[in-house]
């Protein structure tokens, strides 16, 4: 009788594990029925741990252009998906040439999933880095460098100079208007050459006066630059130098504190830059090219995260895809004529009618047909 007892008790306590486990069973199943199977939780991990980031050409971060406008790119990218900076995303900052290599290595011991070089000088050091690290995406900005982990980022800045020469043409009161590079380069020449063939579009007449800083990160030199051109009665100054530009403006507002009722302005580049020209009460910017970098890094960003990294491929924004755009933030020195007329010739462009020249000889049988 009492064994009896005992084997039922064990009975008992067994049917109870066995009715507690399968409670345990059911609770994952419910979890799972819920959504929470993992693949929500797997998902989430997955943009956690994708980190971006980029290194910076000679200008800095802080540019106030070309390096600025890339930063804010993938700012937005980080806003967009939660990710926190310095972790999720973030960048290096390049003092000089020699830098390159070094901080793209440290980018990718960082075990970054993409990184940016943002200029074309890191060409030749991404193109080195990036096939020594197959696993890595890398993105090359303003050059064309192959490979199948190297997405090509280019912009029709020819396009965008054009249609800003016109701006400057129609401003002008000297007949005389300025262009200011940095570096002397197939890319700034893709600038100027628009530059030269927008003004030339409604008067060749005026005279373009050409110079080169040299360097991006050389404000000094700018203002000389600058200086020297509107002492020559030249009165709109377009540049393409990154930080050099920031010289430009300060010496476009150096005048205008001395002389309020003289005109001199300044054509803004890559993000408008209507901020660096305003002084007192007025501004001198009369508008900006706008490169939409920030737009192109943000979209290949967003491609890398979502397994579709346009690898060996170059990809061109110009004014159709909304890469190249005018700024009209300076309603008062930037008028409806000068608008309308803008428009027009963007029309123009996309249609075919015009074929905007992106180099010396292109700029040269372009003048001709005049």
Known sequence: MKKNRLLLLFGLLLSAVLVLSACGGSDDTDKK???????????????????V?????????????????????????????GLEEKVGYDYAQSDQDADFLPNLNRLVKQDFNLIFGVGFKLAEALDEVASQNPDTHF???????????????????????????????????????GFIGGE???????????????????????????DYAESFAAPDKGKAIAANMYNNDVDVIYHSS???????????????????????????????????????????????????????????????????????????????EEGIGVADTNEEAYTDEIDTAVQDWKEKILNGDVAVPSTDEELKTYLEAL
């Open 33 to 51: 029925d819920e959504g929470t199977d993992g693949s929500d939780e797997k998902a989430s991990e997955e943009t956690t741990d994708f980190k």
């Open 53 to 81: 980031s980029m290194v910076t050409d000679v200008g800095g971060v802080d540019d106030k252009s070309f390096n600025q406008s890339s930063w804010e790119g993938l700012e937005a990218f980080g806003e967009e998906h």
């Open 139 to 177: 993105a090359i900005v303003d050059s064309v460098v192959e490979g199948d982990n190297i997405a090509s980022i280019t912009f029709a800045e020819h396009q965008g100079s054009f249609l800003v020469g016109v701006a400057a043409a129609m401003k002008s009161e000297t007949g005389k208007v």
């Open 184 to 210: 002397e380069s197939d890319l700034i020449k893709k600038f100027e050459a628009g530059f030269v063939a927008g003004v030339a579009s409604v008067d060749p007449e005026i005279k373009v006066e050409v």
């Open 242 to 320: 990154g930080a050099t530009g920031n010289g430009v403006f300060a010496q476009a507002k150096d005048i205008k504190n001395g002389d309020p009722d003289r005109n001199v302005w300044v054509i803004g580049v890559d993000r408008d830059q209507h901020d660096e020209g305003a002084i007192n009460d007025t501004n001198v910017t009369l508008t900006s090219m706008i490169k939409r970098v920030d737009t192109a890094v943000q979209t290949v960003s967003n491609q890398a995260l979502n397994g579709e990294f346009p690898g060996g491929e170059i990809l061109t924004f110009g004014i159709e």
